[in-house]
């Protein structure tokens, strides 16, 4: 798609206003023109044709969504075991002692990958070769070398995913399953990695690789994927709470049939268990709820709202962002 002209970035008059209101401002500090320019590109490539025609669906696991990994390697202990609990349910993840814990944007990308290929190809043995260069082509991570090229990032975020120990626990008072209690094993079991030249990471040789989920894993993404757009994944792959926050959104409106208010201390717990300052949370996951709208821009949340001397978010029923096979309307949508 050609970049948006600069004549096009001009705040249009009020009687030109629509439905994409691209120009309402971002809680905290502004939003660069490169960037309003960005989101004004793809939202009117997703406004322009459907995700299922436009061969963009893929999938993420339930599971990664419900708690997520860390946004960063600050405030947190990257040798130490990480915990999120988000309601009933509890992620714990113990890193390798050489490589530490996985966090960021691509941790996640790989997830996503991972999860489409068990929901494509039905198999707990997934290869790397034909499918994850393309997949982060149509994400426009292009293979960089050096110390911060994507090459070393991808190998760094890789290995400290394939061999964390993660397990993922329901708190359930009728549950005494001991395999629920222990957390079930939701990891990658095994790994063959051929890197190849290390500044170039699509030598056919490297993708040979394979990786192997464990039962657990392979179940809970074959069962229990959420399809997301990925041009809106493009859109926002520089931010992990960005994309944390569209594919929580995309989940939650499958079910949601009622107005639910959320404290920012619940949403504290869904996004920013890390964050020791409240006030900075606050300000960050507005700003990611900002930019995530302005490509899902059928969803209903009120920002700030209230509700017993707290605030938070308000959310309305809405259209899930990628329309299922078979529509279900929420009761409440009007």
Not at 30 to 56: C, F, K, N, Y
Request: charged share 25%; with cysteine; glycine share 4%.
């Amino acid at each position: 798609m050609p970049s948006v002209s600069q004549a096009a970035l001009k705040k249009p008059p009020a009687s030109a206003e629509t439905t994409l209101d691209i120009w309402t401002p971002r809680p905290g500090s502004p939003v660069s023109t490169e960037r309003i320019g960005q989101l004004m590109e793809s939202a009117a490539e997703i406004e322009a044709r459907d995700p299922w025609s436009a061969h963009m669906v893929k999938y993420a696991g339930r599971c990664f969504i419900q708690a997520n990994l860390p946004h960063s390697s600050r405030n947190i202990d990257p040798y130490s075991t990480f915990t999120r609990t988000n309601g009933k349910m509890t992620l714990q993840i113990k890193p390798d002692s050489k490589y530490g814990i996985p966090y960021g944007t691509i941790p996640r990308l790989l997830l996503m990958w991972i999860a489409n290929e068990v929901r494509t190809k039905k198999n707990p043995v997934i290869a790397l070769g034909d499918t994850l260069s393309p997949f982060m082509r149509q994400l426009d991570i292009v293979p960089t070398g050096g110390q911060w090229g994507t090459v070393t990032r991808l190998k760094d975020q890789m290995l400290r995913l394939f061999n964390a120990d993660i397990r993922f626990r329901y708190e359930d008072s009728s549950d005494k399953d001991a395999e629920n209690a222990k957390g079930k094993l939701y990891s990658i079991e095994d790994y063959d990695l051929w890197w190849g030249r290390k500044t170039d990471v699509t030598q056919s040789a490297f993708w040979q690789s394979t990786i192997v989920l464990t039962g657990p894993l392979f179940r809970e993404l074959l069962m229990h994927s959420v399809p997301i757009d990925m041009r809106v994944i493009k859109a926002l792959r520089r931010s992990p709470m960005e994309l944390d926050v569209y594919c929580w959104l995309t989940y939650r409106m499958l079910s949601l049939d009622y107005s639910l208010f959320l404290s920012y201390n619940e949403l504290a717990q869904q996004f920013g268990s890390s964050y020791s300052n409240e006030k900075h949370f606050r300000v960050n996951i507005n700003k990611a709820l900002w930019a995530v709208m302005k490509q899902y821009t059928q969803v209903r949340v009120e920002i700030d709202a209230t509700h017993r001397d707290e605030s938070g978010w308000r959310l309305q029923p809405s259209p899930t962002h990628v329309p299922p096979k078979h529509p279900r309307k929420p009761k409440n949508l009007k």
